[in-house]
């Protein structure tokens, strides 16, 4: 392909000389370690390194041009820079512009479903892939735990892919056969521009609460990039929006005339809704009603969170006219989803789980989720990740403080900041509240204290890093998973699950 074809519908800068349009291109990348020989380097700045740092390595790897959004380097030294170099109105959106048209496209023949919001994504996205697989097809699944392709499990490096690298995985599915995609779409993600020109056949939004403020600013730019979903993030809009009905920044979506909306919830009117919920610890029963037609799901997972993640699943379902009985088969076929109040079983007279709540809003959730499960005492463990919203983590501290018997406050992913620094900001939130608390920094030891702490009948609610089987610290980052030392140390304090 021509570089002038490889940059069809790109914003320019400056116009592309002839005789660098038909310059012919081979590959596209942004990292320089994986440029080939032929290929178009994009040249943007990164969340860690400037990538017009690396341009001379892409070059001596064989790249035939540059793209930038910043001007060609001039003459420092007295070395004039006399590679192609292609000025672009913006980085990101070019490569994705770019990659659509290297790779032929494949978003206009796949369905692609997005999944938006604070809280909820993963599951949300979970089920709809499993209704899918139900219906018989071959599937790409897209987000923060992990990618899958057609059956092949891929590490997630990004909960949403660069474009490049998402449009490599869209055309890999259709040279396997595959048809449906369902990714989760974060706000960094949307503002960025990595799923910038793509075609979605159905967006949801299931819910927007105070997070990732460190990188948005406000809420209202938060809502914001959001809403560039559903406007098209410079595709077309999505014909079909499966929306939150029960979430106020759900109700505050600009839609476009054609798409046509499905909003679930359960009050205030929505067109699908939950009836005669059931909820236990072996998951839950209930009545789906969508105008007249009705039929009734069960599901292995708990709690009145995943009601509304079944229902956003069964509407994306419905906007693809999958019947209903290949929805309940999906939606009960779904086991688990890893670190979503994920039980650990050693056969302790007390539940354990773990689960990825890292907001105020989802450790209200998750601990009001155990609490309809009528435990004698729910014991809450978290902590704050370091160079994140430090706003949010006093809030955090005040949600574990006001639904807990006992909190167990502990250093999640410090990172660059020192783990007492931030303990001590969550520490003003539960002191909030009356509340028997302990703070340990060492989160291994801070597990072991917290089942140590438990009797017959409790709860334990490991959150925070859910399936993270890592914990980043200012000079390294070592494994380690949840869920492994709440085992090891259940197993050393002297339980064995039954046939074990």
Sequence with gaps: MTLGETLSGVRLKQPLPAEL????????????????????????????????????????????????????PGTGGGNLFTAPWVFVEHGRQALALASRNFYGKPDERLEL????????????????????????????????????????????VNTTPESLDLVRLFRELELAGGTHATMEVSSHALALGRVYGLQFHTAVFTNLTRDHLDFHGTMDAYFAAKQTLFGGAGGPPPPFAVLNRDDQYARQLKLHPKTKVLWYGLGQDPDLRARHISSGFDGLRFNVQYGKLRFAVESPLIGKINVYNILAACGTALSYGIAPEIIVRGIAQLRSVPGRFERVDEGQPFVVVVDYAHTDDALRNVIAVARGLDPKRVITLFGCGGDRDRTKRPLMGQAAAEASDFVVLTSDNPRSEDPLAIMNDALVGIRRKDVPHIVEPDRATAIARALKEAREGDIVILAGKGHETYQVLKDKTIAFDDRAVAREVLRGYGYKKSGG
Excluded at 38 to 51: K, T, V
Excluded at 132 to 150: D, M, N, P, Q, S
Aim: no cysteine.
């Design 113 to 156: 479903t997005a999944i938006t919001g604070t809280n909820g994504k993963t599951t949300s996205s979970y089920l709809i892939d499993s209704v899918f697989r139900a219906a018989g097809h071959v599937t790409a699944l897209i987000g923060t735990i992990e990618y899958h392709l057609a059956g092949r499990v891929l590490p997630a």
């Design 21 to 72: 349009a038909g310059i012919e291109i081979e590959g596209l990348e942004y990292d320089s370690r994986r440029v080939g020989r032929n290929f178009l380097f994009f040249a943007f700045p990164g969340s860690h390194a400037d990538g017009r740092q690396f341009v001379q390595d892409a070059l001596a790897r064989g790249a035939a041009a540059v793209a930038s959004e910043s001007e060609a």
